[in-house]
């Protein structure tokens, strides 16, 4: 098992009560005088919020005793995004060669299971594409549903694109069961 520390930084902080938690945090944040790169500490029946400088004005209106003080804070971790990708059904095709950018679109996105690059353009009769599996599951298979209607496509028999969501319905409509 694998136990993930968090960095603790040094930094200003306020002391208040949780009953008067939500007031204090919508002040700091209005005012500026919220640190945003660090998280917050519960303490007991108190919470600490991160502040920039121990040299903050409060309003009388918040009315309660606080103590500012030199806390430990963990750092906030920034979440990135990930990497252009086109989402069919289960499978995100990326502009980009790049598998370990791949693996974290597939950690990040928990309905895609498996990240493909397109190695050529369209080609032949079909107008089909060459794939490349970067991440996941060795497929080039997935089910996409779009208007009700539920479609198993193979992306590398097939030509499939999102963006003709709107003729395909049309289509659609002009069959008869």
């Given at each position: 098992?694998?136990?993930?520390?968090?960095?603790?930084?040094?930094?200003?902080g306020?002391?208040?009560?949780?009953?008067?938690?939500?007031?204090?945090?919508?002040?700091?944040?209005?005012?500026?005088?919220?640190?945003?790169?660090?998280?917050?500490?519960?303490?007991?029946?108190?919470?600490?919020?991160?502040?920039?400088?121990?040299?903050?004005?409060?309003?009388?209106?918040?009315?309660?005793?606080?103590?500012?003080?030199?806390?430990?804070?963990?750092?906030?971790?920034?979440?990135?995004?990930?990497?252009?990708?086109?989402?069919?059904?289960?499978?995100?095709?990326?502009?980009?060669?790049?598998?370990?950018e791949?693996?974290y679109?597939?950690?990040?996105?928990?309905?895609?299971?498996?990240?493909?690059?397109?190695?050529?353009?369209?080609?032949?009769?079909?107008?089909?594409?060459?794939?490349?599996?970067?991440?996941?599951?060795?497929?080039?298979?997935?089910?996409?549903?779009?208007?009700?209607?539920?479609?198993?496509?193979?992306?590398?028999?097939?030509?499939?694109?999102?963006?003709?969501?709107?003729?395909?319905?049309?289509?659609?409509?002009?069959?008869?069961?």
């Amino acid at each position: 098992m694998t136990v993930k520390r968090f960095m603790t930084v040094g930094q200003w902080g306020i002391k208040v009560p949780k009953s008067k938690g939500e007031s204090f945090r919508r002040y700091l944040l209005g005012s500026g005088g919220w640190c945003p790169n660090l998280k917050p500490v519960a303490d007991g029946d108190f919470l600490i919020f991160p502040i920039v400088s121990d040299e903050i004005a409060l309003p009388d209106e918040l009315g309660c005793d606080y103590d500012i003080g030199r806390y430990e804070f963990e750092s906030r971790e920034r979440s990135r995004e990930p990497a252009r990708h086109e989402l069919i059904g289960g499978i995100a095709i990326m502009q980009d060669d790049d598998p370990a950018e791949a693996e974290y679109l597939l950690k990040s996105r928990p309905s895609i299971h498996t990240v493909l690059h397109c190695e050529s353009p369209v080609f032949g009769e079909y107008r089909i594409k060459k794939f490349k599996v970067l991440a996941g599951v060795e497929t080039t298979r997935t089910s996409y549903i779009e208007y009700n209607n539920r479609f198993t496509i193979d992306l590398a028999v097939a030509y499939f694109s999102a963006r003709l969501a709107n003729e395909r319905q049309r289509v659609l409509g002009l069959m008869k069961e």
